[in-house]
């Protein structure tokens, strides 16, 4: 599904927020001092944020965009640059109402890709804890929406894209380095990004 297609299955199973101007989206990216992947800026333009809820009882926020924070403030209540706290480029994008967050790094952010980042509050800051659990936000959405609320990437037989580790940032502010496992390969070759 593309994502106008993902929105209109959302708008008519879940309580949607009104859209943002495109004005509004870039008022909000200055105040961020980050620019959003395609995708997302798309995806605001269509609702800011929604309410999910599912039969089983799960119960989902995607963050209105004016009300997006960095994930170290939602988890930890503090926004110090500690950076072994989680890098100051991380922001909740998904409240999935039991301390943890679906977060977006943007220094990952290209037109088409960014890292979409499962945030435990449990082990929040431990090296190697947070997985990508998707590329793009709309592949986020697309899964999301497809296992009816169920944590996809938390399942057994999901395959993250890779973990970060907090303890080897080479400078302030700088982005994580990421590990990717590399399929096949047992033990899992670990592959440095910058």
């Given at each position: 599904m593309?994502?106008?297609q993902l929105v209109e299955k959302l708008q008519s199973e879940?309580?949607?927020?009104?859209p943002l101007a495109q004005s509004q989206i870039e008022e909000i990216e200055e105040r961020l001092g980050h620019h959003l992947p395609t995708d997302l800026k798309q995806f605001y333009g269509f609702c800011n944020g929604a309410t999910m809820t599912w039969d089983v009882g799960n119960f989902y926020r995607i963050i209105p965009l004016d009300m997006?924070?960095?994930v170290r403030v939602e988890i930890l209540g503090e926004d110090e640059d500690k950076d072994e706290w989680?890098?100051?480029a991380w922001y909740a994008l998904c409240d999935v109402?039991?301390?943890?967050?679906?977060?977006?790094?943007?220094?990952s952010v290209s037109d088409s890709t960014c890292n979409i980042i499962d945030c435990c509050h449990?082990?929040?800051g431990s090296s190697g804890d947070s997985a990508v659990i998707?590329?793009?936000f709309t592949e986020f959405l697309e899964q999301f929406l497809n296992t009816q609320g169920q944590a996809f990437w938390l399942q057994p037989d999901f395959k993250c894209y890779g973990r970060y580790n907090y303890y080897s940032l080479p400078e302030p502010n700088?982005?994580?380095?990421?590990?990717r496992k590399q399929v096949g390969d047992f033990p899992p070759k670990v592959v440095q990004e910058d």
């Open positions: 593309n994502l106008e879940h309580e949607v927020n009104p997006v924070r960095r989680a890098p100051p109402q039991d301390g943890d967050y679906i977060a977006l790094d943007f220094e449990e082990s929040f998707a590329e793009s700088h982005a994580n380095h990421l590990y």
